[in-house]
């Protein structure tokens, strides 16, 4: 998931890329690509599809299990720092020609459009509710006796679900709805030798984390007391 979403910001945001300046709307398919992708590996593998920790975290208190939760979420930051990696070897010559370290930094992780604490947190926590009761509404339809496996046919409804979230939420935060999709990426963009950069931003790095933790609990409790 990551190679891809950290991919496409690369190809709109750097200099001299094919895709430079392509605009939101690639930005926001390219990432609804990259979810239907890593679902789609995901369920073909037999796995629960759980590529961020606010869905883990949302899912054992829909089932009472917390078991997975622990080696899910070091699994989900690894990957997330991971597919950053690649998405910067496949870039690096591109870092090297921007010298705009803002937009360096926006291939990594999130900033907010305007600068608001509180209204920054509440974007987040939206739009991860509506990713959280949307992905359990889709895995919990009645579909799977039509003979095709059910996390694979998942998978497209929830890239959509995630195209809607980026083209109707994303424009406050740039919709992180994932503590992991930006906190691996921030961590990576510090430790990594990227010319002209700046600082990683920790003052903000708290809100993609918290705010998706803290809709993934509402979106939770939301769902079992409606169903």
Known sequence: MLVLGNGVNANVVL?????????????????????????????????????????????????????????????????????????????????????DADGQLAVFCNAPAIKSTVDNLV?????????????????????????????????????????????????PTGYAINPSRDLGPRIMHFLLPIKNKRDSNWGYSWIPVAGPVIGAVIAALLFRVIH
């Open 15 to 99: 200099h001299k890329s094919k895709g430079n300046n392509s605009g939101w709307i690639v930005i926001a398919f390219g990432w609804a690509i990259a979810v239907f992708v890593g679902v789609y590996v995901c369920a073909s593998l037999e796995g629960d599809g759980h590529l961020n920790p606010a869905v883990t975290i949302a899912d054992a208190i829909k089932t009472n299990d917390w078991s997975k939760v622990p080696l899910y979420i070091v699994a989900q930051m690894l990957g997330a720092m991971t597919g950053s990696l690649l998405a910067w070897l496949a870039y690096r010559k591109h870092f090297d020609e921007t010298t």
């Open 123 to 171: 974007t987040e926590i939206i739009g991860t509710v509506v990713l959280v009761f949307g992905a359990f509404a889709i895995s919990g339809a009645k579909i799977n006796d039509v003979g095709i496996s059910l996390g694979a046919l998942n998978a497209l409804p929830v890239a959509l679900l995630v195209l809607g979230i980026g083209l109707s939420l994303g424009g």
